[in-house]
């Protein structure tokens, strides 16, 4: 079975200071790696996605994400924080072997960046 | 915006109550979802529509019934609900959920619903 954990609900970083939120997954097949970010009152935005090649990846809003295969982690960094992006952050992991399989998402990492 | 519409925004409704969630995106997708955002836990998926047939139903509740007369549409009637059922519900949509290298999931701003 897939899954995906995020080990720290709460994140608090200086602004200009980098900043990393930590993602770990589970899968069977060929992981297939998602980042979203959701704002208050609004719904999740994708940031980013792994599926294969390089192992960083680049994404909106200033945002990277590096896959590590022996450590089955997706973290997500920054290296200067904004304010703006406090926000609550998701992984999300999807079994690519499978076509029938889902996104499962993980429980949400609460980013605040102190000005 | 996303391009995923929600309505209505909030919702606060009786255990015998019936109501209606609406969700209608303008991108042209052909697949659907529902997902449960209950706090500091995993976003849940509920319901997946592809070409307004229903794929996936997470073993949720029957007072949840979904339903997709369009492409474009998707509602969840709610019926006799718990106060445990008190979420954010958000609707998704993605172009086409078999070709999974190019998975993206737009979301809309979610309905608030509590239940008394």
């Known amino acids: 079975a897939q899954s995906v954990a995020q080990p720290e609900d709460q994140v608090n970083v200086a602004e200009g200071n980098p900043l990393t939120v930590k993602c770990t997954y589970s899968v069977s097949g060929n992981p297939y790696l998602f980042w979203y970010v959701q704002y208050p009152n609004r719904g999740l935005q994708f940031l980013l996605k792994?599926?294969?090649?390089?192992?960083l990846v680049k994404g909106s809003y200033g945002f990277e994400a590096e896959f590590n295969k022996s450590q089955t982690s997706f973290h997500l960094k920054k290296p200067s924080a904004l304010v703006s992006d406090s926000a609550l952050y998701f992984c999300a992991v999807r079994d690519g072997y499978s076509s029938a399989s889902k996104i499962i998402f993980g429980s949400g990492t609460r980013l605040s960046i102190r000005p | 915006e996303t391009g995923v519409t929600q309505t209505p925004r909030h919702l606060v409704m009786g255990m015998t109550n019936k109501k209606s969630l609406k969700c209608e995106q303008h991108l042209g997708h052909n697949a659907m979802y529902w997902y449960k955002q209950s706090a500091k836990k995993p976003l849940e998926l509920m319901f997946v529509y592809s070409l307004e047939e229903r794929v996936e139903n997470n073993s949720v509740p029957s007072r949840f019934s979904p339903e997709c007369p369009n492409s474009s549409h998707l509602f969840l009637h709610l019926h006799t609900l718990q106060p445990e059922d008190s979420a954010l519900y958000l609707c998704?949509?993605?172009?086409?959920?078999?070709?999974?290298?190019?998975?993206?999931?737009?979301f809309g701003s979610g309905t608030q619903l509590s239940v008394l």
């Open positions: 792994y599926i294969t090649g390089d192992n």
């Open positions: 998704a949509s993605s172009q086409d959920p078999r070709d999974t290298t190019n998975e993206k999931l737009f």
